[in-house]
């Protein structure tokens, strides 16, 4: 099937560019609440199952071991700015583990914020690990290796003892096979797999109640939720639309954006987990949509809706900053 | 209509994300080449057409008074990386106009080249209006405004005098009427209008041969188009697609970007003008389309087809630089 288009970018009156996509919102025993376009189709959640990945930190111990609190877990789940405090904290977590940036394998690249990039050269910086946006992740990451006893190298490889832990944790969460067949490299060198929106959705309802989880398990993904909510800089940084979704309600939605278009949220309250796609990857229509599946879903709170209505209505400026168009979601068709 | 996917981005053996998009190919008498999708659907062309809004800085007779070559006509129908060649001729063809940068009204952005960017900063800079990728085509009118005895101050708006030489230039290359009915504003400031891709197709294929052109014309047109195709890291910067496009072939392709994923082209010797557009902005999936448009046109020159097609396949590569995917353009539809 075709997806419809759900976002449309308007210069003047006109439509200049559109994008289709498709979105999926289930409750924990995996009813569904609305489905637009294709809500099977597999899709890389890529970045935004972070908080799932970030289980084992959890439940292996690590956390607490480490005296991690609602800060380092919210950097685990994070797609972060590269600003100074996410650099820190991700060298902080490493400190603890015994270890430092060398051992990351996610690469190095300039801040995703572009003013933390600026402040960076001008202090004669140049980007590393640490400033990759999944720097937090991989902390987490290396840290658990170390906890749990287990070699960290090639930790970011299919197969390595911790790949297979988190893999555990994402079959089990999402009800879907994660195998060779539908997986494929991340841009921070682990594994990514292809799960179907709806099953995204279900985890992340999951993930938002503890519905069918052991009590070990809802006790960590009400932690992982809670730290992202409590400390939204943390999951992203500066002007990112994560914080000021996060910010808009504080402890009453949680949402991760993914590479290529994804975005998954949870709506405690509602018991709902949500996870869309925008079919091209455009970044700028995947937040114009979570922000307008959000404010429907919470439209009894009118003055939240109307927040995430103008949210999802982000105006384009020219260089001197007029407004020449705007961003916006089309009707819903479901 | 529904236009077909054209380009397809995969992460391993799946395919991740897909663009839609619609091809114009035609003549200079407005004989259909090749259609794909709806190429009678108005678009904004943005800076793809910066070659036609040129066509008043010869016309006017300001281009010889002024001394200018293939390097500053070049700069003139450009969307350049703000590299310090590139701002250092903008600079020189305003002052041949005695004026200097405070006289652009296109606002001011960091260079579109993150090397630039990076260098500036570290050089302790700030962005002007000069590294904004428009400063070359603003320089281009300010000194054609000076040169006529036009008042410059506000050369931007529609109505003023200068942007009325624009629009009767590009009414009269596209056959289109470019009113406030299909118009907005583009990123520097300037009227853009909605034009269909076929007339698009069909101006530039005016452009390329001078076919139902005054003699005059058209020899600004074929000046303009050579010097584009004589000095192309002038129409753009370090790594971009325009570059290495014209450069495999130099003197036989012109191609130009415009935002929103545009693309204007032409291939004198076949005496055809190409327009597409992504519906959804993406410049990724524009610049292989338009590989792969060249790539299909050019087939009789198969080790120039090759070299087009294998540009047409970019490589997504991780943040430590191994390939786990790929963009590539679908079967052609048409």
Redesign the interface.
Known sequence: M?NPVLVE?L????V?????GAVAVFDADGKPFLEIGDATR???PRSAVKAIQALPLVESGTADAYGFGDRELALACASHSGEPVHVELATAMLAKAGLDRTAL??????PSS?DA??AL??A?GSPNALH?NCSGKHSGFLCTCVHSGIAHQGYVKAGHAFQEMVRDAMQSVTGVAHDAD????????IP?Y?VPLKNLALGFARMATGRGFAPERAKAANRLLSACMAEPFLVAGTGKADVALMQAAPGRIFVKTGA??VYCAAVPELGLGIALKC????AR?AEVMVASVLAKLLRADEALAAKLSEFARPPIE?????K??LLRPTAARN
Chains 1, 2 share one sequence.
């Open positions: 075709t970018v210069r003047g009156a006109i200049e560019s559109a994008h289709r597999p899709v890389f394998e996610c690469g190095a690249h300039w572009h990039t600026i050269a001008r004669g990759n539908n997986s494929a490299t991340d841009g921070c060198s990514t292809a290529e278009g079919d091209d990857g455009a229509a020219s260089r001197i900053g007029a020449v168009g």
